[in-house]
């Protein structure tokens, strides 16, 4: 099946792993090192399978059929491993021990770490061993790798290949891209719902300000028109009007500041990689909410700035 996909125009590599993209199944291992026993995570591939993935090869190398000792006890570590282990491990000798085996091997590479199960999650300190004479015993996930630019046309002619090797089975699979998105979905999922309440919320205020600032306008209407008729300019009538709102507006920044930091701390202190919280989009926020509230309530000062004094001292 494998020899026959390597024959379809376009497709580069044909491999098998027992981990994926969105797929936490780990097998632990633990391997003696300086006198310290560290648990790791096993990952079994075959040979060309980290080649499929396309992962930087930080030290040493990875797995090559050139290299016969590379299906009996080579292995190849990620960066997360080689620092619970030892800064240059590539070539040393250590020992293993899993539940069924006790075995020595030899780290021939170290790769860059990549997120396998979301960003959320640091990522493990992973062992790569290659399957029995490079086969594909014990690893259940075939991955493929072919060129982009006719994704269809070849997952067809992939699809074709599985019905004639295997025609009592169904094939499943999913792209890299789909992977990545449902391990992200979670976390879209939140920040849809964080703008549709936000815009929510901030819509309803608005409106809250919007009936307020017309409610002290003509609770007011009396004061103005005195104010003008004693000489008050419109915009030192509209400046009356908008400092009573800029202060409420100030005073509810300054609540909602360490509410605020708070929650999102918490929420960010749920990922593994996450930056330091920021200062600039409070400072935003309280620019922005400020701005919002003087052009909202503007609006009805500039009317009541402008409003005729006589009819205004009519006004009841």
Same mark, same amino acid.
């Given at each position: 099946?494998? #020899?026959?996909?390597?024959?379809?125009?376009?497709?580069?590599?044909?491999?098998?792993?027992?981990?994926?993209?969105?797929?936490? /199944?780990?097998?632990?291992?633990?391997?003696?090192?300086?006198?310290?026993?560290?648990?790791?995570?096993?990952?079994?591939?075959?040979?060309?399978?980290?080649?499929?993935?396309?992962?930087?090869?930080?030290?040493?190398r990875? /797995?090559?059929?050139?290299?016969?000792?590379?299906?009996?006890?080579?292995?190849?570590?990620n960066?997360?491993?080689?620092?619970?282990?030892?800064?240059?491990?590539?070539?040393?000798?250590?020992?293993?021990?899993?539940?069924?085996?006790k075995?020595?091997?030899?780290?021939?590479?170290?790769?860059?770490?990549?997120?396998?199960?979301?960003?959320?999650?640091?990522?493990? $300190?992973?062992?790569?061993?290659?399957?029995?004479?490079?086969?594909?015993?014990?690893t259940?996930?075939?991955?493929?790798?072919?060129?982009s630019?006719?994704?269809?046309?070849?997952?067809?002619?992939? #699809?074709?290949?599985?019905?004639?090797?295997?025609?009592?089975? $169904?094939?499943?699979?999913?792209?890299?891209?789909?992977?990545?998105?449902?391990?992200?979905e979670?976390?879209?999922?939140f920040?849809?719902?964080?703008?549709? /309440?936000?815009?929510?919320?901030?819509?309803?205020?608005?409106?809250?300000l919007?009936?307020?600032?017309?409610?002290?306008?003509?609770?007011?209407?009396?004061?103005?028109?005195?104010?003008?008729?004693?000489?008050?300019?419109?915009?030192?009538?509209?400046?009356?009007?908008?400092?009573? /709102?800029?202060?409420?507006?100030?005073?509810?920044?300054?609540?909602?500041? $360490?509410?605020?930091?708070?929650?999102?701390?918490?929420?960010?202190?749920?990922?593994?990689?996450?930056?330091?919280?920021?200062?600039?989009?409070?400072?935003?926020?309280?620019?922005?909410?400020?701005?919002?509230a003087?052009?909202?309530?503007?609006?009805?000062?500039?009317k009541?700035?402008?409003?005729?004094?006589?009819?205004?001292?009519?006004?009841?």
């Amino acid at each position: 099946f494998a #020899e026959r996909l390597r024959k379809i125009p376009g497709v580069k590599y044909i491999a098998t792993t027992t981990q994926v993209m969105g797929n936490a /199944f780990n097998i632990p291992e633990e391997i003696t090192s300086k006198d310290n026993n560290i648990a790791l995570n096993t990952v079994t591939v075959s040979m060309d399978a980290l080649q499929a993935l396309g992962v930087k090869v930080m030290q040493g190398r990875i /797995f090559a059929k050139e290299y016969k000792q590379d299906t009996v006890n080579a292995v190849v570590i990620n960066e997360s491993a080689a620092k619970l282990i030892d800064k240059y491990p590539v070539g040393k000798l250590y020992d293993v021990k899993s539940d069924k085996e006790k075995y020595t091997f030899q780290i021939v590479g170290v790769i860059k770490d990549y997120h396998n199960e979301g960003f959320d999650k640091a990522v493990l $300190p992973t062992i790569y061993k290659v399957t029995h004479l490079g086969g594909t015993s014990m690893t259940n996930n075939v991955l493929v790798r072919f060129n982009s630019e006719n994704n269809a046309q070849i997952i067809r002619k992939i #699809e074709a290949e599985w019905k004639v090797a295997y025609p009592n089975y $169904p094939m499943s699979y999913v792209t890299m891209n789909d992977s990545l998105n449902k391990v992200l979905e979670e976390n879209n999922r939140f920040m849809n719902m964080i703008v549709l /309440f936000s815009t929510i919320s901030v819509s309803l205020s608005l409106l809250g300000l919007f009936a307020l600032s017309t409610f002290v306008a003509k609770r007011r209407t009396k004061e103005v028109a005195v104010r003008k008729v004693l000489g008050a300019a419109n915009y030192e009538i509209i400046n009356l009007l908008n400092r009573s /709102f800029l202060i409420l507006v100030i005073i509810a920044n300054v609540i909602s500041w $360490p509410i605020a930091y708070i929650l999102i701390k918490k929420w960010l202190d749920a990922f593994a990689y996450r930056i330091d919280m920021p200062v600039l989009p409070f400072i935003v926020a309280t620019v922005v909410s400020i701005t919002i509230a003087i052009l909202t309530v503007s609006i009805q000062a500039r009317k009541a700035a402008t409003m005729d004094p006589v009819t205004a001292l009519k006004y009841e």
